[in-house]
């Protein structure tokens, strides 16, 4: 029964108003001063609040005010004696729903509440209808993709259906069926097509993806040769999927004229490899053959992350920047980040930033118990990046950016999936630790979840000795040992993981924003 609250100082002349709501199925709170009201939405919350613009004291916009503080998320009704030009323009602004000039009349004010309150049930009802509609066509582009940018352009159409359908719909299942086909069938393609990507770099743009080492040239550099467009910001947000990045876009439209693309993550995808190739301009193997102390001695993979801003200075002076102005900046916590904020942006040619939250909240969403309650799953984790970026330094600094009419290019190193399967895998004692990835000797895996590299250079990937060998993760599938396996599938299952391969992990934006000019 939805819930309705009234607000209006002559609420006693409105009993008929009243009762005919209620006849109609709705449960009917009323107040008859303002104070009172506000107290009312701030304890329980209404459906929809009818609410008198002209009350003594506390008048219907102050009362408005004070109720878009507590809830701004419950639609406001203002009733008023005339359409006054102010009330219009509150109207326009969001501030309130919808409103209506005295006297009302009860089938007025019915007509009302059920397009408001309905408006969430058509939304859903519309976007089930859209999906089933489009079933066909997602499922024949499925069967019939044989490029990467089928691929992309498949994927980001099941993302934009997955955003917009809820879980508790039936249709759900459906989608989500469809979400794992199409990650099987991709992983069989990229299985397949992988290592003729990295032995033929200048193979055709059609049949061949912009990989992680090909980005900086091919989405920095033009705009570091284009004057009106500098200075440039390049901000790699660490473990961000593609839909993650859709709920961050949506409150930078304001700020921001913004163009898109796709790329693949090399494999593995993970920060070790994905994102070093962003900074060097060179794939894993190359880094070793060009950097082999600055690979080979770290023995601990996450520390092979600490030369990026050498790497970059590299790739740089590759690209005949060698001269350039830039400034490198990774920001790990809420400290680094208030910092960032602030940053003069335009003080440099190129700014570089590295942004650790959305990784951290992957790894802290597998460790707490508490977070995966909240983000149970992906549209609630999406929702959860929303509702930080919303209130975040990181927002704030975007807003600066446009001030300072800098051009920002927003990728990722690499996405994350939910794992849900256990495999068991066979290693010895030196074998990686990783959960998606590993590399070692006498590898065994069932080859229907992971993919076996036996040859490492044809995915571009160093070997440190003669036997070594990579798996790479399929689908949802995470890896697990003998010992104690059952413990470790319990352990890590449901939980955010990279390093393999996936739509999630590997299909990735790149976001060009460009502050618009008011």
Known sequence: MPNVLWIDDEIDLLRPHVLFLESKGYAVETSSNGPDGVEAVRERRPDLVLLDEQMPGMNGLDA??????????????????????????????????????????????????????????????????????????????????????????????????????????????VLDDQLREANREFCRYVEKQYPKWIADPDGPSERRPLLSHEV????????????????????????????????????????????????????????????????????????????????????DEHSKNSHEETFLGDLLARKHFKDLKYKYVKVVSSKDGREFATMDFAAQPLTAAVINFVDILAHSRSDSAVLREIAPDER?????????????????????????????????????????????VIGDRDTSTALRYKHGRQLRVDDKHAV???????????????????????????????????????????????????????????????????
């Open 64 to 173: 408005l005010a004070e109720i878009k503080k507590i809830a701004p998320e419950v639609p406001v009704v203002m009733v008023t004696k005339s359409e006054e030009e102010g009330l219009m323009e509150e109207a326009l602004g969001g501030q309130i729903a919808d409103y209506l000039t005295k006297p009302v009349n009860p089938s007025q004010v019915l007509l009302t509440a059920k397009r408001l309150l309905d408006r969430s049930r058509l939304d859903a009802e519309g976007a089930q209808r859209a999906y089933l509609q489009s079933f066909p066509e997602l499922s024949s582009r499925l069967a019939m993709a044989n490029t990467p940018q089928d691929w992309a352009d498949l994927y980001l159409d099941l993302v934009a259906h997955d955003q917009r359908i809820d879980a508790e719909e039936g249709v759900r299942q």
């Open 216 to 299: 900086f040239g091919a989405s920095v550099v033009p705009l570091l040769r284009d004057p009106k467009a500098s200075p440039v910001v390049f901000m790699v947000v660490d473990c961000m999927r593609y839909d993650q990045w859709m709920e961050m876009e949506r409150l930078l439209h304001a700020s921001f004229d913004i163009d898109k693309t796709t790329y693949l993550s090399i494999l593995p995808t993970a920060t070790p490899y994905a994102r070093n190739s962003l900074f060097s301009g060179l794939l894993p193997l190359d880094i070793q053959r060009r950097y082999p102390r600055l690979w080979d001695d770290d023995e």
């Open 380 to 424: 609630a984790y999406r929702a959860l990046t929303r509702t930080w970026f919303e209130h975040s330094w990181l927002l704030t600094a975007f807003q600066q950016m446009a001030k300072q009419g800098v051009t920002v290019v927003v990728t990722t190193d690499h996405g994350a999936i939910r794992c849900l399967h256990p495999t068991k």
């Open 452 to 518: 076996f590299v036996r040859d490492p250079e044809t995915y571009g990937l160093p070997r440190l000795s003669i036997n070594e060998n990579y798996i790479l993760a399929k689908e949802d599938y995470y890896f697990v040992y003998p010992t104690n396996q059952h413990h470790y599938e319990r352990m890590y299952r449901d939980s955010m993981q990279h390093g393999g391969l996936s739509l999630d992990e590997m299909v990735l934006p790149i976001a060009t924003l460009r502050p618009k000019k008011f």
